[in-house]
């Protein structure tokens, strides 16, 4: 007989973006290492499709999964937590069960019975998380968003009904809240938290555990009041505030009054092996020898998780070799010469659309002029192929993406004119790549067969080929039959490489990615004065 699957539930109250990503890929940090196999889901009752067409600015990051799911942000945080690969099954959005639903209406498959929210899209989300679940001792679900929103009532029903559904002693409530400081009475208001426990009761569910967030830690009185109104022991309460580093979440968890628990829900009192998660917090505690600057030539300047699995990228690589790390933003709209020279490398991330491209553009022809170390991302390559174009004298490369311009040495897939504002029609997820032997992008991965993640639509246009070489550049890397342009590099440069595909997605904090981890060594290689420069291996 099969093992009954254990499954926890994380909601949150009062606010969003209170860390129910970061606390459930904790918990799940925890179980794993204390031997537990784990999957986890994220579900958003957004009426979107999927996250490829939400706003960057607004909703941070679009993640990508191995399978080509372009999902939430949350996903990014479960991969590098629990260093697993997700699949699209790991994202739930509404709109695309609402449009499933309808599509079964319309062909018949409900028999002419009423179409409901209950059971009908509420029997979806189940079905959903069970096929998620699938082959692991517990599988974590978070719904996004804060329990009252309209939009995610079906989801609640349906947790609420799971548990019944599994046996409650299979499944788990956690719920976080968010209790405010008010500066002008000088106390913290659990007030909100409150009545978020009271919404979530309302509906049916009274949780089996509370995270109390905070900016500063909150007295004891709090989490008594908490349990008190919320129905729970105060054991059931942690207090959560504010620490300098997600990181040491797991450690938390693994220590408080939650882990009797969690030992309990899962049937294992085994001690959580977290040595990795404690040598992490050493090593981004320890005070450097080094420091660099790598400015991120950015153009989307006010949500910095927009960038936040390049950003975790930089951070690991440095965390993993001991140097001090100062990330510069650079607004691609206003980007100058003195911005460039005021960093040690550059990093040009993906992105979309024609603002900030000349920026963008700038930044790679000063770093092939002044030897700079360079990372290009997907668009990073791009803009790197255009400036090469445009050294070797050819003044009006461009991309098909920003202008009509016949010097399209940066050109729309094949199939994909006409889709330019469409979701789901990039190239997505994993596709493999062949990098040439001796350069540096082989040296780099140790390997010249490789697979990387990817999300754009346009590719270079190899009958530029010629132009882009007499600028500085060389392929380094393709696609297996040759089509398509995967890597390029600057052979008389010290660090000077990008690709099409989007490497921070399989970066991990304990494992960085090796092109993050060469423009660290570079960056700090440069920095050297030349008669103390050692030989650095850029290699992970």
Same mark, same amino acid.
């Not at 109250?13 to 290492?33: M, P, Y």
């Not at 998620?132 to 001792?137: C, I, L, N, R, T």
């Not at 977290?274 to 981004?284: A, G």
């Not at 911005?339 to 990093?347: C, K, M, N, R, S």
């Given at each position: ?61 679009? =993640? ?45 498959? =409900? ?31 978070? %719904? ?43 106390? =913290? ?32 009185? @709090? ?14 309460? %942690?207090?959560?505030?504010? @620490? ?41 505690? +320890? ?52 911005? =460039? ?47 090469? +174009? ?69 590719? @270079?246009?190899?009958?530029? %080929? ?55 060594? +570079? ?18």
């Amino acid at each position: 007989m099969a093992k009954q699957t254990k499954y926890i539930f994380v909601t949150g109250g009062v606010l969003s973006g209170v860390g129910k990503g970061i606390t459930a890929a904790s918990i799940g940090a925890v179980l794993q290492a204390k031997g537990s196999s784990i999957s986890i889901q994220k579900c958003d009752p957004y009426l979107n499709v999927d996250a490829g067409l939400l706003n960057p600015a607004e909703h941070g990051e679009c =993640f990508v999964t191995r399978d080509g799911a372009e999902t939430d942000l949350d996903l990014g945080h479960y991969e590098r937590f629990l260093d697993i690969e997700v699949t699209q099954q790991s994202a739930t959005l509404s709109g695309r069960l609402l449009r499933e639903l309808i599509e079964d209406e319309r062909a018949g498959k =409900f028999g002419g019975k009423t179409v409901q929210l209950v059971p009908h899209l509420t029997g979806a989300i189940k079905r959903e998380i069970t096929a998620s679940s699938a082959g692991s001792d517990v599988h974590i679900v978070e %719904l996004g968003g804060t329990i009252g929103d309209y939009e995610g009532l079906s989801y609640v029903e349906a947790f609420r009904e799971f548990g019944r559904q599994v046996g409650r002693e299979n499944a788990l409530y956690v719920h976080v809240v968010y209790v405010p400081f008010i500066g002008t009475s000088k106390e =913290f208001k659990s007030k909100p938290a409150q009545n978020a426990l009271n919404d979530l009761r309302g509906f049916g569910i009274v949780p089996d555990v509370v995270i109390v967030r905070s900016d500063a830690p909150a007295p004891e009185s @709090v989490r008594s009041k908490i349990a008190m109104f919320g129905g729970v022991s105060d054991d059931a309460v %942690l207090l959560m505030p504010n @620490v300098d580093s997600v990181f040491k979440i797991p450690e938390i968890i693994a220590s408080s009054s939650l882990r009797p628990i969690l030992d309990t829900f899962v049937g294992d009192t085994t001690e959580p092996d977290l040595t990795k998660w404690h040598d992490l917090v050493l090593r981004q505690k +320890a005070v450097p020898e080094t420091s660099i600057s790598i400015g991120l030539v950015a153009k989307y300047m006010d949500n910095e998780d927009t960038y936040i699995s390049v950003l975790e990228s930089l951070k690991a690589a440095a965390w993993n070799q001991g140097v001090g790390l100062d990330i510069k933003w650079i607004n691609a709209e206003t980007a100058t010469k003195e911005d =460039f020279d005021a960093v040690d490398g550059l990093l040009v991330p993906g992105g979309f659309g024609s603002r900030g491209i000349e920026g963008k553009i700038a930044a790679a022809d000063y770093a092939l002029t002044t030897k700079k170390p360079y990372l290009g991302i997907c668009l990073g390559l791009q803009t790197a192929v255009i400036a090469a +174009a445009r050294r070797s004298g050819l003044a009006d490369a461009n991309s098909t993406e920003f202008s009509d311009t016949p010097s399209n040495v940066v050109y729309i897939m094949d199939g994909q004119q006409g889709k330019e504002s469409t979701g789901g029609t990039l190239r997505l997820g994993d596709y493999p790549a062949q990098l040439k032997p001796g350069s540096l992008a082989a040296n780099v991965y140790e390997a010249t067969d490789i697979i990387e993640r990817h999300r754009h639509r346009y590719e @270079v246009n190899q009958k530029f %080929l010629k132009n882009i070489e007499e600028g500085g550049v060389v392929v380094s890397g393709t696609s297996p039959d040759g089509k398509l342009v995967e890597f390029i590099e600057a052979p008389e440069h010290p660090y000077f490489i990008a690709t099409q595909a989007h490497p921070e997605f399989r970066s991990r904090p304990t494992r960085p990615h090796p092109l993050f981890s060469g423009l660290i060594a +570079a960056a700090v290689s440069a920095k050297q004065p030349v008669a103390t420069k050692q030989s650095t291996s850029v290699a992970a």
